[in-house]
């Protein structure tokens, strides 16, 4: 009888003779129109935008995947055999062999050497020459960060992490209930100490922070000091980008979402029924429902720039958004900043372009294949 291990081996062999025969130009072809090209034909159960000239990419399906690494030419540069990785980031991406449950972290180079050894219960991606880990499990495992050596710089002490951002990371002491927020520096000195009942990332020199419950707390801003910048009034509130904060005035389902400035004004007012964070000086509003609503594109104004004309939309990146037109079901293409389609509504699902190539699924959530196409 052959062991589990052969068998394992033998699938993987499989889906790596189909994978390497697909980026040979095996696969059956796509019918795709001339305003874009396929770089990368649609072959992968999932992918991820590319990063550092590497894009994560799942062979298999969603019980027997192994997750490896292709470059912008779709050439795989990292043979598919971890069961999770996260993208590369200051040359490393983590990598998780095991399940869930049992399995450990561990990061590799870009030509899929281990320099970190699979230890970790969880790790985040290195920012500023940091990386998040946990320890332990599930239940007993704390965070702390680890060096570009795997060496802890900041010990596992907390019960919550971000990674840094800004060169500060929210740092959680308690359980996700009762527990408080605050804020670490790189040396681990609690520069902000846990007295929020939650905080997002610094983005722009300003963190959200809220203090009551998630149904009924209040939202506002904090400086890198800890003083409280723009008063907590809101019911939601999203990090600065662009110059601007999206946030909502009334409940999760009934609100309304706008804008504001770093003085706390209201530059956009609430109005919208979902709202994106700006890109590229352009957000993604829709009125009505998710269902039935549209979507448009305002900008740092609040002045509807794009028209509500489609039935979803994402933000823009390298000059185009994806939208969605034919209602819940309908086809994906690529809008530029004047609402101009400059590629046409043909796939079932779109990712933002990155290093000029935007992830594209041809297929349903299912069976469908992803792959890669320029501009």
């Not at 019980?63 to 200051?90: M, R």
């Not at 309304?256 to 770093?262: A, N, S, V």
């Not at 000059?319 to 609402?339: E, N, P, S, T």
Request: glycine residues 16%; hydrophobic residues 40%; charged residues 20%.
């Amino acid at each position: 009888m052959k062991s589990a291990g052969y068998l394992q081996i033998s699938l993987l062999i499989i889906c790596l003779t189909s994978l390497l025969s697909a980026c040979n130009g095996g696969t059956p072809e796509y019918s795709v129109d001339k305003t874009c090209q396929i770089v990368i034909t649609p072959q992968f159960f999932a992918v991820a935008e590319f990063k550092e000239g590497l894009a994560a990419i799942k062979v298999g399906d969603s019980i027997a995947a192994k997750q490896g690494f292709v470059d912008l030419q779709g050439k795989l540069t990292i043979v598919p055999k971890y069961d999770e990785v996260h993208d590369f980031s200051e040359g490393l991406a983590a990598v998780r062999i095991g399940d869930e449950t049992c399995g450990k972290w561990g990061f590799i180079d870009k030509q899929g050497k281990n320099v970190i050894t699979q230890q970790f219960f969880f790790v985040g991606n290195f920012l500023d020459g940091l990386a998040l880990m946990r320890d332990g499990d599930a239940y007993t495992g704390q965070y702390g960060f680890i060096g570009r050596r795997g060496k802890n710089a900041i010990k596992p002490q907390y019960d919550a992490e971000n990674n840094f951002k800004e060169g500060l990371a929210a740092i959680r002491v308690g359980d996700a209930i009762s527990g408080k927020w605050g804020f670490i520096d790189k040396q681990g000195a609690q520069v902000i100490p846990p007295q929020f009942d939650f905080v997002g990332d610094f983005s722009e020199g300003l963190a959200p922070c809220r203090a009551g419950s998630e149904i009924s707390g209040k939202w506002g801003f904090i400086d890198k000091q800890g003083k409280t910048v723009i008063n907590l009034l809101f019911d939601f509130a999203e990090p600065f980008s662009d110059g601007i904060a999206l946030i909502r005035v009334g409940g999760k389902n009934q609100g309304k979402w706008g804008g504001i400035d770093k003085q706390g004004k209201i530059v956009i007012n609430p109005q919208f029924d979902k709202a994106s964070r700006f890109s590229e000086g352009l957000a993604a509003v829709r009125i009505g429902d998710g269902t039935t609503g549209k979507w448009g594109f305002i900008d740092k104004q609040g002045k509807m720039v794009i028209n509500l004309n489609f039935d979803g939309a994402g933000g823009f990146s390298n000059g185009l958004a994806g939208v969605r037109v034919g209602g819940v079901h309908g086809k994906w293409g690529f809008i530029d900043k004047r609402g101009n389609m400059v590629i046409n509504p043909q796939f079932d699902a779109v990712g933002k372009f990155s290093q000029g190539l935007a992830a594209v699924r041809i297929g349903d959530d299912e069976a469908g294949k992803w792959g890669f196409i320029s501009k």
